[in-house]
């Protein structure tokens, strides 16, 4: 299925759980256990009327499949049972719209990232000090790699190709797609989204550079074309990612508000904090989106944003090339724990030195643009902003801290760099907009 907007527009996303979404979407229940995945589930699921799906040991959950209205009451009664939880429906809800492009090859090519051509117009690099980060020889390495959930990756873009892990990556949807069997059964991004951050992290450099060239990406595919995915696939995705050895960061540019009373609400909360907890024991850290709502989330008291508050994750808001927040993004220390470029609509009074995309664009961030999305193009190019890709930005200073430790950093470790390393911004010292500052890659390489 391929969506046209070459030269058009396209939706660049968040993803957003609409508050009390948590009615069962497909007949699916993520169940929690109290002291781990029991020897007899299958009986015990089956008894109830339901059927068992997956299996999660490492949080001792299990998702299950029901028809019948009263299984989630039969099973809650079990005695081994802490809770259950029926399926939400999340959806990618666009933020706003950007401009798609291609840019011509170059005569030659340089191993040097400063010399892609869109270089000059990726400001966001040079807040965070990512040259500084390069000639320190901070590149990143294959020893420490970022994991990315999302809706996928298109590993044929000319700046993609070989910085993605697809023999680690996978496809975790659960529901058929309505694009076929390219959606269901391969890693490749027909929404978009996923290939954008994944070209945040990392690049070949011929027309864009990225924070972290020499690592690579493990791409976790858990929405669809559509946009859409489930609590469950998310959930699963963290875990998966936390048991793969070469994972030093785990982005997650997604997430929703859960209401605190709903039903279920309880234990969808539990999962994910677990599922991330799971992550940080495993020496991985998790980065989060703040959101793109422009609230203080110490004020949203029966709402949850996951996985912002999920255990250790470290929640990220979004700034522009002032360094000022965003104009939508959230904020509220120490939800919102640190902060990276997201770009905003507004452009600087004058075009960036060397940089020749149109001045209404250029205050957002330059990403790759998936080939379904534009008209079959390996080549081309879109610009965007959100929280959503704040998130990777500080997973791939973590990936290029961790490289240069080859990979021995623990997340704990990487959470202390990172801090210790901002940019103050704001207030002096921690503050409640702006927590403990934006991102530094140079000064966290050479801490």
């Not at 060397?354 to 193009?377: E, F, H, I, K, W």
């Amino acid at each position: 299925m391929k969506r046209k907007f070459l030269l058009g527009c396209l939706a660049f996303a968040v993803c957003v759980a609409q508050a009390g979404a948590l009615a069962a979407q497909d007949d699916r229940y993520v169940v929690e256990f109290k002291r781990g995945i029991p020897a007899n589930l299958d009986a015990m699921v089956k008894a109830a009327g339901g059927t068992v799906q997956k299996v999660l040991p490492q949080i001792g959950y299990a998702v299950v499949k029901a028809n019948r209205p009263s299984f989630a009451d039969r099973m809650a009664k079990r005695s081994e049972v802490e809770g259950v939880y029926a399926n939400a429906r999340l959806q990618l809800e666009p933020v706003l719209e950007g401009k798609a492009f291609r840019v011509p090859a170059r005569a030659a090519l340089t191993a040097d990232p400063t010399e892609a051509t869109l270089f000059p117009c990726q400001w966001q690099l040079d807040k965070m000090d990512v040259p500084e980060a390069w000639e320190q020889g901070a590149l990143g390495s294959t020893n420490a790699k970022v994991a990315i959930i999302d809706t996928g990756v298109d590993a044929t873009q000319v700046d993609l190709v070989g910085r993605v892990d697809e023999e680690h990556s996978v496809n975790l949807l659960a529901a058929p797609s309505e694009c076929g069997a390219e959606d269901d059964d391969t890693i490749h991004d027909l929404a978009g989204h996923g290939t954008f951050m994944t070209s945040l992290v990392t690049t070949n450099g011929i027309n864009m550079a990225a924070v972290a060239p020499e690592t690579q990406v493990v791409m976790v595919k858990v929405f669809s074309c559509t946009g859409q995915g489930d609590w469950p696939e998310v959930i699963e995705g963290i875990v998966y990612a936390a048991d793969l050895p070469d994972v030093s960061a785990i982005s997650i540019s997604l997430g929703g508000f859960v209401k605190k009373n709903d039903p279920g609400a309880k234990q969808v909360i539990h999962a994910v904090k677990d599922a991330v907890d799971y992550a940080y024991s495993k020496g991985k850290i998790v980065t989060t989106v703040a959101g793109n709502q422009h609230v203080d989330l110490r004020t949203t008291h029966t709402l949850v944003p996951l996985p912002t508050v999920s255990g250790e994750a470290v929640g990220v808001y979004a700034t522009d090339f002032k360094d000022n927040l965003t104009s939508y993004s959230n904020w509220g220390f120490p939800l919102a724990w640190i902060g990276a470029p997201g770009g905003d609509n507004e452009p600087p009074k004058k075009s960036f030195p060397g940089c020749t995309l149109p001045l209404a664009q250029q205050g957002r961030l330059v990403g790759a643009c998936s080939s379904s999305v534009c008209d079959g193009a390996t080549d081309a190019y879109i610009t965007g902003r959100g929280t959503s890709a704040s998130s990777p930005l500080v997973a791939a200073v973590a990936a290029l801290v961790d490289g240069e430790a080859n990979g021995a950093l623990d997340g704990r470790r990487l959470k202390v760099i990172l801090k210790n390393r901002a940019d103050d911004l704001g207030e002096p010292g921690t503050d409640p907009i702006y927590g403990h500052g934006r991102v530094n890659a140079g000064r966290a390489v050479n801490h």
